[in-house]
């Protein structure tokens, strides 16, 4: 059974190496700054014990205020799993650093989210459009298009 | 005089036989080599997370068949996990073993689609692809006994599944068992050291077990690498931790390993069935839901081995009838990262077949 790790011990590294870095945590879930997200997720990849060299899934939530970025990291040698939040604010143009040059599973996945929620992923090799044609105008998944 | 030779673009797809759906490949081609290969992907993009948050929780059911819709009974199994992770909803003991049978028929189903599309690609028109599916069709018409379906199964609901399997159904799939077991074998003789397979498919297509990784690669796609990888084993959902099977890998992750697996792993399904349909107990399929359901305010992530790899359904509740957000990993969609890099330097032939041993569905890979 794949371990969903404690998010406590993994805060402890985390608030010793990053202060301030950790914006909120549950007991299994790390909200990280999106400004220290690249150091954070690149110690999470490499550190031994965490080893969280298999990035699954990226997906991103609209709650009006901010868009939710959500990173589920699982590593392979120690069967454990951890998920990763950040925050982008702001609706005309809200922006995270990108992963993908971290894991390129992120590659398509990132691409998506830019296309359906309008989050701009910061130093992305090809941030364009991927499901939708390049004139289409909006980012549908947006909560914008209330009923 | 010397000769000048600039590269072109040539599009595969979106409609073409090979590409399995809608997809479309732009490739840059020195003389027949690719030099670059851009995949492009929306021409079945029916937003249906964004469909998700319009009804209610049984409701998306139906939709979650048109993902990936040759594995329906896979993808109903993956969404009404997560809602009952979410909503805490216990199966009762009989639904679970009904849903382990169904998924791993489906498995079989789907793989039998995938090996067979895969020799067309190889070459071999439509004498394997026509074998596989005499068997699928074994399959099919017992989800039909059940369901009254045969491709769109709709049949698994949150807390258990729609309907009991009629009684005349377990002497069927028995039977069926029996049969399969034969055809496998049959397949063993015709394909598994068929020239045609061997000259077309070993060494192709090469995908390193550090780049499986790196771009998430799951399922078969990414056993066939040789890393032992499986939902149904790191992290068993439903009742899987109750049965004897195997996970069989691959050696140097080419496209021929990636059949090898896929035809491996139906004999795994097949044994799973047996085993599943020798213990199931007697008692309700449905445990009791209510016709809205109204999870509390929270999220919950599920996750399965689906017939093309690890098919994830995240949902996000804000104590509605309806889910907040539902976004779905789709296996294909993460799997064809790899694509460009596997392809790069190999002839336009070798890109079709390469890219046939993916199995992906365009109806996951959009969305």
Not at chain 2, 328 to 357: C, E, H, Y
Request: charged letters at 25%; proline letters at 6%; aromatic letters at 10%.
């Amino acid at each position: 059974m794949t371990a969903v790790l404690a998010a406590s011990e993994v805060l402890k590294q985390l608030e010793t190496r990053f202060p301030g870095a950790v914006t909120a945590s549950t007991d299994t879930v790390i909200t990280v700054d999106s400004k220290s997200l690249l150091p954070v997720m690149m110690y999470l990849k490499t550190a031994p014990g965490l080893d969280f060299s298999y990035l699954t899934t990226i997906t991103a939530i609209d709650y009006f205020q901010y868009f939710e970025i959500v990173y589920f990291l699982v590593s392979m040698e120690h069967n454990h799993t951890l998920t990763i939040k950040t925050r982008a604010y702001g609706r005309d143009d809200p922006k995270v650093p990108s992963v993908a040059s971290l894991w390129r599973s992120a590659d398509h996945q990132e691409r998506e989210i830019y296309d359906l929620m309008g989050v701009t992923f910061e130093g992305h090799p090809n941030m364009k459009r991927i499901v939708l044609w390049p004139e289409f105008k909006g980012h549908p998944q947006r909560k914008d298009f209330l009923k | 005089m010397t000769l000048k030779t600039e590269p072109f673009v040539l599009n595969i797809g979106p409609v073409h036989p090979s590409t399995h759906g809608v997809f479309r490949m732009r490739a840059t081609l020195d003389g027949e080599v690719i030099v670059d290969l851009e995949p492009v992907f929306g021409y079945l993009h029916r937003g249906i997370e964004k469909l998700a948050e319009e009804r209610t929780y049984t409701g998306f059911v139906p939709l979650t068949d048109r993902l990936d819709y040759v594995s329906s009974m896979t993808n109903n199994m993956g969404y009404c996990l997560a809602v009952e992770k979410l909503a805490g909803i216990k199966v009762p003991e009989r639904a679970e073993y009904i849903r382990v049978i169904m998924a791993e028929l489906q498995r079989i189903a789907a793989h039998l689609i995938s090996v067979g599309s895969f020799f067309n690609d190889c070459g071999a028109y439509f004498t394997p692809f026509l074998y596989m599916f005499r068997e699928r069709e074994r399959v099919v018409d017992l989800f039909e006994m059940v369901t009254g379906q045969r491709l769109l199964y709709n049949y698994m609901r949150p807390g258990g599944v729609s309907q009991d399997i009629p009684d005349e159904f377990l002497p069927a799939l028995n039977e069926a068992i029996d049969q399969l077991k034969k055809y496998f074998d049959e397949y063993e003789r015709l394909l598994k050291e068929n020239e045609i397979l061997y000259a077309r498919a070993r060494g192709v297509g090469i995908l390193t077990k550090q780049m499986a990784i790196e771009i998430g690669a799951s399922g078969p796609v990414l056993r066939s690498t040789g890393i032992k990888w499986d939902i149904r084993k790191a992290d068993p959902y439903s009742i899987y931790d109750r049965f004897e099977f195997d996970i069989p890998v691959g050696e140097q992750g080419d496209c021929y390993d990636r059949y090898r697996v896929r035809v491996e792993e139906m004999k795994q399904s097949l044994r799973i069935v047996e085993q599943a349909a020798g213990k199931i107990p007697a008692g309700p399929v449905r445990a009791d839901v209510p016709a809205l359901i109204r999870p509390p305010v929270g999220e919950a992530y599920a996750h399965i081995e689906a017939p093309t790899g690890d098919l994830g359904f995240y949902l996000v509740s804000d104590g509605g009838i309806a889910p907040y957000r539902c976004h779905i990993r789709a296996p294909s969609f993460v799997n064809l990262t790899a694509l460009r890099d596997m392809v790069l330097g190999w002839k336009v032939q070798d890109a079709i077949l390469t890219f046939g041993s993916f199995a992906i569905t365009m109806g996951e890979v959009d969305r």
